[in-house]
């Protein structure tokens, strides 16, 4: 059936260091991943997305990769800042065109 | 320009009544997903409406959660007899033509307090 992976569901770096999530999708015939980012009390908002022509994309500080071949996708983080702490989900296309989510990672940034 | 909206945006009833929570997708946007999620877990689907097609409703919990699209625009999402685990926030988001391929844009979202 149709599902996307998320890992790992609670992730705690230091400010300035780099944060990872991973996802694993199962669909082969999906081609559009996105990511977005719930801050606490607000509504998710898209952050990054990639599409598979593509294996990397770049937006300051933010970068998603993409593994085709083994079905799976990253969001990257890097020189980490207070106001990334949030919760993040991926997404990935499922059957009849319907979006599928993660269950999200609450990412933590320490002082 | 305009974007998602939901009302209303909190919501107390106690428990046994019936809830009705709207959502007005962005203009033109033909796909529309209900989720719910509980505090501090994750998107829960509810339904998926996408143009003229027939519903996705298998996300609904149980058979007092229904939802209707009319004029394939606002959607109302409607709770009967409800309980206090139906507690939670309801999120509508929409997206245009295809979905699943297009960024999905959320509402604010209806707090629902069953006492």
């Known amino acids: 059936g149709e599902n996307v992976e998320q890992h790992p569901s609670t992730l705690s770096v230091q400010e300035g260091d780099s944060a990872v999530i991973k996802c694993t999708y199962s669909d082969s015939a999906s081609n559009y991943f996105p990511w977005y980012k719930q801050e606490l009390g607000k509504r998710p908002q898209l952050i990054i997305d990639i599409r598979s022509n593509v294996g990397e994309k770049k937006d300051q500080r933010i970068a998603v990769t993409l593994n085709k071949t083994a079905k799976h996708f990253s969001l990257h983080i890097t020189e980490t800042q207070p106001e990334d702490s949030a919760v993040y989900f991926c997404?990935?296309?499922?059957?009849?065109?319907?979006?599928?989510f993660g269950k999200g990672t609450r990412l933590h940034i320490l002082p | 320009g305009a974007g998602v909206s939901q009302s209303p945006s909190n919501k107390v009833t106690e428990k046994g009544k019936d809830v009705e929570l709207r959502c007005d997708p962005i203009s033109g946007h033909t796909a529309l997903y209900w989720y719910r999620q509980s505090l501090g877990q994750g998107l829960e689907f509810l339904i998926y409406f996408q143009g003229n097609s027939a519903p996705d409703k298998s996300g609904l919990p149980s058979d007092r959660f229904s939802a209707e699209r009319t004029g394939g625009s606002v959607s109302t999402l409607t709770i009967q007899r409800t309980q206090q685990e139906d507690s939670a926030v309801y999120l509508c988001a929409s997206s245009f033509q295809r979905g699943a391929q297009e960024t999905q844009y959320f509402g604010p979202g209806t707090r629902l307090l069953v006492l």
């Open positions: 997404a990935a296309p499922g059957r009849d065109d319907k979006i599928i």
